[in-house]
């Protein structure tokens, strides 16, 4: 059976990672035998020069119509200063929302090669296996009212509406339940509750959730003390699930934990475990074009994507093996390099993943 994936390379680093993701994908699908058909398109900054829109009607109807969207990473300075309606990330929002990608499956995974790589002392973070669980399509990135408006002192004031229904509660609670199952069975439900009401519902309704999990343990803590938990003790964590905005602060802390947010990758499912898979971090507008981005993070969101959309484990495994394998030789990029590794670009490393599959 053909499957189709829209693959979308983005702006900055995006297409220069991709380039290497889909290198890896085309092997694997070769090795495994799963013929996948790719087709190309434009998100962010890239579809705004050729469609003058982030994400234009084509390319939204064609992502309804695959099977999964492999992405890069939208953004950078080029659109910053455009009309707010049509910046890079609206693409982004948009796609998320529109194919109803709530779930975003965020791991934080150390290699035990890349302990030295990590800011945070060996012992902290050795063994670390942490699954965030982010809330995608709610919360205060898509709530109204917001606007940006002048009082009548001249002064101008902006705002945001941050709401949660209890379903979109319910359902992704349940996805960080389910995910623990396959795991150790501990959820960390993180909100804000001793101060906003879209926190306390939050919790109720995990609570309530939990009912239907007794095998697993469920704790609660302040978004606040999370962050600290976090890089005072991760080990303490399993599956953490949050809300929209604390998920996407959380995950970038958890990734300095695994040594480089560029070895972060996610997941956007929707209730039938269709998705979007894509790394992590942002653009690098800093480092694009140089050959410097670590291609590892959308690398391995192709392995999530064989994993949780396609069933495809053994290609999945296969991919992880690859990487573990690459990092064994002592290659790394930039952002994970430590003293006695060697240094390599963008495109060594993508090939050095590719010739680690092959020898599978
Ligand atoms: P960023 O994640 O792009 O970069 C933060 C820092 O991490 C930079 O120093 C960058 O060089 C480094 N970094 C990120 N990915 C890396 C990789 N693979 N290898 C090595 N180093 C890496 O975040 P930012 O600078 O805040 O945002 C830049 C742009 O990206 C903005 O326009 C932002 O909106 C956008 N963004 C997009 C996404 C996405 O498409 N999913 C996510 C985050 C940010
Ligand atoms: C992410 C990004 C996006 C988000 C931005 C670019 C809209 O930071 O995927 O983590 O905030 O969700
Ligand atoms: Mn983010």
Known sequence: MSKKILVLPGDGIGPEIIREAVKVLELASEKFNLGYELVEGELG???????????????LALAREVDAVLLGAVGGPKWDNIDVAIRPERGLLKIRSELGLFGNLRPAILYPQLAEASTLKPEVVSGLDILIVRELTGGIYFGTPRDTVTLENGERMAYDTLPYSESEIRRIAKVGFDMARLRNKKVCSVDKANVLDSSRLWREVVNEVAKEYPDVELSHQYVDNAAMQLVRAPKQFDVIVTDNLFGDILSDQASML???????????LDSNNKGMYEPSHGSAPDIAGQDLANPLATILSVSMMLRYTFNQLAAADAIEQAVSDVLDQGLRTGDIFSAGMRKVGTTEMGDAVVAALAKL
Do not use: W, Y
């Open 45 to 59: 900054g890239a579809a705004i020069d050729k469609h003058g829109v982030p994400l234009a009607d084509s390319t």
């Open 258 to 268: 695994t040594g480089s947010i560029g070895m972060l990758p996610s997941a956007s």
